[in-house]
């Protein structure tokens, strides 16, 4: 089965071919267009512009996506596409491309959640045998931009959403504390970066909600205490404090890299324990931070846990389409054409 996935749910603009053979399945092209200059210039995503974007690039990006898989329209099983949660006018230039072309190659159209999707990078193995794909029932981890979220997975569409946070996303708190530093948007892999010279108990950050009796987070305060810090310092201001490059600048980001891990790490430990899951799936461009990974693999070590930790490869993290075709691959709920809608709201119990 061969699946094309589409995926524009924020400022990028993906298409990927997708194989599934013999239950594994493979990539055979994988475009993702992003704005990523723009972004930098304006420090974030401006929704109208990031649509605009979109808006040129997804055809180009389709074709391309066909053409690096050597897959003609006609040999594809279905076209699959992120549905929702998202920014509305970045969702409808996938959507409704999705549905044209659907239309126009008579496939069936099959609507994938964008945080869900995520999690499908972790069944993209390939094939190489020795790589094994998730079992059930596992935990889910979702740490991205737009989203944390723990999610308990019983079966492929089986899940409960058991926590997530109550304001900021973890990849929304690395950007906007990189911001406050005056490092460029995204900020997550400039604070990584950084953090790998500094020394991440420098400065005493709050670890929210940590004795919370839930699976909830809350990050907001972090990004507060941060930009109280970088205006009480003594040096002037951000600007005055940020033009010191070197170990000022990397503690304070392996502090705040650190408190966000730390967040993670505890809660998502303490619902494995909890849940008596043996696997568990992170997912979501902050799942590209390795120091992330490191600390959960640890921190399962230390309590002897039976755990077994899938993490996508760093390009499979952040926003793509081979995910949502995966996704498509084993949920395939097909959509009649006209009763599909971009919802920008779409909630993970779907
Ligand atoms: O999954 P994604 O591409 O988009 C959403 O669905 O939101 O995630 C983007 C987020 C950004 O906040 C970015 O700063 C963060 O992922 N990110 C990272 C790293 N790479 C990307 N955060 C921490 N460490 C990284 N290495
Ligand atoms: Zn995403």
């Known amino acids: 089965m061969v699946i094309l996935g589409i995926e524009t749910s924020c400022d990028e603009t993906a298409a990927a071919v997708l194989l599934k053979d013999l239950g594994r399945v493979k990539i055979l092209s994988n475009i993702v ?163 790998e010279q500094g020394n991440p108990k420098a400065y005493n950050l709050p670890r929210p909600m940590l004795d919370s009796n839930n699976f909830d987070f809350s990050f907001s305060g972090l990004k507060t205490a941060v930009s109280n810090l970088v205006s009480d310092s003594d040096i002037p201001d951000a600007s005055g404090f940020l033009s010191h490059p070197g170990s000022l600048q990397s503690d304070l980001a392996a502090s705040i890299q650190q408190a966000i891990i730390d967040c993670l790490v505890i809660k998502t430990i303490n619902a494995a324990k909890k849940y008596g899951v043996k696997q568990l799936i992170v997912a979501g461009g902050v799942a590209a931070n390795r120091k992330l990974v490191s600390d959960l693999q640890l921190s399962i070590a230390n309590f002897q846990l039976p755990v077994k930790l899938f993490v996508p490869p760093p390009a499979l993290c952040t926003d793509n389409a081979a995910m949502i075709a995966s996704a498509a691959f084993f949920n395939h709920q097909t959509i009649n054409l006209l009763d599909l809608q971009a919802n920008p709201n779409l909630s993970l119990a779907y």
Not at 102 to 130: C, Q, S
């Open 33 to 195: 267009a992003s704005s990523a200059s723009l972004q930098a210039k304006y420090g974030g995503i401006i929704p109208e512009q990031a649509a605009r974007e979109q808006v040129k690039a997804i055809i180009p990006v389709v074709l391309e996506a066909l053409k690096s898989s050597q897959i003609t329209a006609d040999s594809l099983d279905a076209v699959a596409v992120t549905q929702g949660p998202g920014l509305i006018g970045s969702l409808l230039v996938g959507v409704e491309t999705a549905k044209v072309l659907a239309t126009i190659w008579k496939k069936p159209l099959i609507p994938v959640n964008h945080p869900i999707g995520h999690f499908y990078a972790n069944w993209i193995v390939g094939e190489d045998l020795r790589v094994k794909t998730p079992s059930f029932p596992c935990l889910g981890l979702l740490v991205s931009g737009g989203h944390t979220d723990l999610v308990l997975f019983e079966d492929h569409g089986k899940f409960n959403y058991i926590g997530g946070t109550r304001d900021d996303a973890a990849g929304e708190c690395f950007d906007k504390c990189a911001r406050l530093l005056g490092l460029p948007y995204p900020g997550g892999p400039q604070i990584s970066k950084l953090a």
